[in-house]
């Protein structure tokens, strides 16, 4: 009986140890330096990795997981859960702007976790033994460089006392909304999403043997569910391969994504919404000539708000490369419920609902409500009431609640909020089910995602999601950058006594600094039209200022934060001389 992934890769390893499992592309391009790992051999490694963390007694202890992108992680990752130790994937510092972030991030996750062990990529352990004197945290910890544990400590590997409720590991929430909380994964809960996200998929035997075992390219965090519990995890589970590279490299070029999918020839390659604007960006008629997207049957889109108008865009730029419709996949998912709940059809365009003639974007195509698709087998999805806990008809709003074998444990040491959001009752159903906080309908059978709980704004009694007003300003002016605006409300004048009133932060290029006094008055005048509303206060900053999560989630709360304290980026017009 299969208890584990550990028991998958085992058995792939056993039946065939010189198949890929993983290859990573060290400079982001297919031309350039190319590192692989078998199933034998990322069997005996991982083996390797859990023989010498039970020598040390750290069975049933966490460990934080902090790696450079690569194929170490994956050897230590799978390492843990074949010891029955705990994995806790983190961010590794890494260079100056990001390293006060990182190190922060990473001090948190290590005294929530009460983590016994760090292991790493070489690098990382001897950067973490210079700030040893910063960082008085590390000095009761086990730290190791996972390279350097000799192949031939598999040896001694004892087979972990395992079962479906075991910890596999802590999924940290990327803290869109709230501090970043620990989930629960258990071995039950991640067998039972793979299997969702197979069937979902598509994954089957024979589309497996027709792309040779190639099904995934991706250049998404492995420390992040998306990039983790899909690409990295569901390889595995299925005995397939995988072609990796890092998520800088992929913001450095972005065609290099298209470029690998078209070398490699995957069946699943996918990314936050943004990542489709981005490669728009580079589409240059050189890289369509060189293309080939015939293969690329799904093409994943989930994490953020999906863009009718991006999957428009994507499928008419680079349908001329071979790309069709068919394989756009909205779907989605969150860490509390291990990763994917619903997906779309595959070889089936996504279904998009038409704005209402009486909303805010009537006859507007690019404003239509894209669906993220179908629950899995096995999981229910209703939308109630989060104030009545009550069942909620098909079309109308509510939150988004899921039942099912993939919903987590809980939160690490959370007992409060465990119970607050993993234990709801609804009416006219058996067992619990887990609030997501998130809002979204129901139609025909597919779920709509329209935006979070917490960010919902309200004035004079109304609520107008976030997502709708950002949608607005950036389809009034064509310099707003996709995906990169903020909406969220704040007090209105005399203390208050105005009600709340809503503020919108855009990013836009410097070089459109001069029109920024008319590309305001736009974006006023069009949330005026479309949604009664008068705008307390645009202001435009410069790109990649908004704050956003690991997964590319707008921070609306951390933007409103950094509006009420001044210290947006803001683009200034320049001045006259």
């Given at each position: ?31 350039g330096e190319i590192q692989e790992i078998s199933y034998g051999r990322l069997a005996d490694r991982s083996r390797a990795v859990a023989a010498w963390l039970q020598e ?379 609030r997501t906080g998130d809002l979204g309908f129901l139609s025909d059978g597919e779920l709509f995602v329209t935006g979070r709980l917490k960010d919902l704004i309200v ?119």
């Amino acid at each position: 009986m299969v208890r584990s992934l550990v028991d998958l890769l085992f058995q792939h390893a056993a039946h065939h140890p010189d198949r890929t499992a993983y290859r990573y592309l060290a400079t982001g391009d297919c031309d350039g330096e190319i590192q692989e790992i078998s199933y034998g051999r990322l069997a005996d490694r991982s083996r390797a990795v859990a023989a010498w963390l039970q020598e040390r007694g750290l069975a049933g202890s966490r460990a934080m997981l902090l790696y450079p992108p690569g194929l170490e992680f994956i050897s230590a990752y799978l390492g843990c859960l074949a010891a029955g130790v705990v994995a806790v994937p983190g961010v590794p510092p890494q260079g100056r702007a990001q390293n006060h972030r990182a190190l922060t991030r990473m001090k948190r996750l290590i005294a929530d976790a009460d983590a016994k062990v760090i292991l790493g990529g070489r690098e990382v352990i001897a950067a973490l033994a210079d700030q040893a004197e910063h960082l008085p945290e590390l000095a009761d910890l086990t730290r190791v460089a996972t390279q350097d544990v000799p192949d031939e400590a598999a040896a001694s590997w004892r087979e972990p006392d395992l079962t479906a409720d075991s910890v596999a590991f802590l999924q940290y929430t990327s803290g869109s909304t709230s501090a970043p909380r620990g989930v629960m994964v258990t071995h039950g809960n991640l067998l039972d999403n793979e299997r969702v996200i197979t069937e979902r998929m598509g994954h089957t035997p024979d589309v497996m043997a027709e792309y040779g075992h190639e099904m995934f390219v991706s250049w998404l965090p492995v420390y992040h569910d998306m990039g983790l519990i899909g690409p990295v995890l569901n390889t595995v589970h299925l005995g397939a391969t995988a072609t990796f590279f890092s998520p800088l490299h992929f913001l450095q070029r972005p065609e290099r994504w298209l470029t690998a999918i078209s070398h490699y020839r995957p069946h699943t390659s996918g990314g936050p919404n943004f990542a489709y604007e981005l490669c728009l960006k580079h589409a240059t008629p050189g890289l369509l000539d060189g293309l080939d997207l015939s293969s690329w049957k799904v093409a994943f889109n989930g994490a953020e708000p999906v863009r009718a108008a991006t999957l428009r865009r994507f499928t008419d730029t680079f349908a001329p490369a071979g790309f069709r419709s068919e394989a756009l996949y909205p779907c989605y998912g969150l860490a509390e419920a291990t990763l994917m709940v619903t997906g779309s059809t595959v070889h089936t365009p996504p279904t998009l609902l038409q704005a209402p003639e009486t909303g805010p974007h009537a006859g507007q195509a690019d404003a239509a409500a894209v669906s993220s698709g179908r629950p899995g087998p096995d999981v229910t999805v209703a939308i109630a009431d989060p104030e009545r806990h009550e069942e909620l008809p098909e079309g109308e709003t509510g939150e988004i609640w899921v039942r099912g074998a993939s919903v987590a444990k809980g939160y690490w040491r959370n007992a409060l909020a465990t119970r607050e959001t993993f234990r709801a009752t609804l009416a006219g159903h058996e067992g619990r089910f887990l609030r997501t906080g998130d809002l979204g309908f129901l139609s025909d059978g597919e779920l709509f995602v329209t935006g979070r709980l917490k960010d919902l704004i309200v004035i004079d009694g109304r609520n107008h999601y976030p997502q709708d007003l950002e949608l607005t300003a950036e389809m009034a002016h064509p310099e707003l950058r996709p995906g990169c605006t903020a909406a969220f409300s704040v007090e209105g004048d005399h203390g208050g006594a105005g009600g709340e009133q809503p503020v919108v932060v855009a990013e836009i290029a410097p070089d459109a600094a001069s029109e920024a006094e008319k590309i305001i008055d736009v974006i006023r005048s069009g949330i005026g039209d479309a949604h009664g509303l008068s705008v307390r206060d645009v202001v435009l900053v410069r790109p990649g200022t908004i704050p956003k999560t690991s997964s590319g989630k707008i921070q609306r709360r951390a933007t409103r934060a950094a509006y009420l304290d001044g210290t947006l980026a803001v683009v200034t017009e320049p001045s006259l001389s």
